[in-house]
């Protein structure tokens, strides 16, 4: 079985500063990555995901991710962010299989002030 | 990639009703997810719904309360039985392809 964690409820931040959201996971096989956005009373947006290759990945609104295996880690980095990030963001993990499920973090509000 | 239509899109219960809640996808998957996000909170995933037997239900959440239905390989039904405040959250189907996931538009419901 897969888990995500999510160390960072909060993350206040002022616009067009660099912004890292933590992401760690665990799993005992090969996993798939992914980064999701929740605008305020909307669905879920994909930001990015890995699933095999380089280990840097990007995805829209200049937002990036690195899947680091030895840290089972996969945060989520934007060099200068904007009024209009702030939203919520999950982590989520499923195993390689197509069928397997997927498994999201607690979430990471993200704050953006002027 | 899926398409999934999802209804109803929102509604408003009284408490003790049952509410059943409609996905469709556009072409023939194996599994369907249910999921559950109660307000300010993450998604939860309820049930796997596999075509032809029993959903798999993930701890904490059991069949007569979330009975699923999956008659074919496009479709599947969730039910919310007995509903209490509680229950209020954004339900959302789900199915996976592709290395990636795909979600319905979600049912918001509130239970009064």
């Known amino acids: 079985a897969q888990s995500v964690t999510q160390l960072d409820s909060q993350v206040p931040v002022f616009e067009e500063a660099p912004v890292e959201l933590r992401c760690n996971y665990s799993?005992?096989?090969?996993?798939?990555l992914f980064w999701y956005v929740q605008y305020p009373n909307q669905g879920l947006q994909l930001l990015l995901k890995?699933?095999?290759?380089?280990?840097l990945v990007k995805g829209i609104n200049g937002f990036e991710a690195e899947f680091n295996k030895s840290q089972t880690s996969f945060h989520l980095r934007k060099p200068s962010v904007h009024i209009s990030d702030t939203a919520e963001y999950f982590c989520?993990?499923?195993?390689?299989?197509?069928?397997?499920?997927?498994?999201f973090g607690t979430g990471t509000r993200l704050q953006v002030f002027p | 990639s899926a398409v999934i239509s999802q209804k109803p899109s929102r509604d408003i219960c009284q408490r003790g009703t049952s509410l059943t809640i409609q996905c469709q996808v556009d072409?023939?998957?194996?599994?369907m997810f249910w999921y559950r996000q109660q307000p300010g909170q993450s998604l939860t995933l309820i049930a796997t719904a596999n075509q032809g037997s029993e959903a798999t239900y993930e701890s904490g959440f059991v069949i007569d309360k979330f009975p699923i239905s999956r008659p074919n390989l496009t479709f599947s039904t969730l039910t919310v039985s007995n509903m209490s405040p509680e229950d209020s959250s954004i339900y959302l189907c789900s199915v996976v392809g592709g290395g990636e996931a795909f979600f319905g538009q979600g049912t918001r419901l509130t239970v009064v």
């Open positions: 072409s023939q998957v194996t599994m």
């Open positions: 890995y699933l095999s290759g380089s280990t």
């Open positions: 989520a993990v499923s195993g390689v299989d197509n069928t397997d499920k997927l498994i």
């Open positions: 799993s005992s096989v090969s996993v798939y």
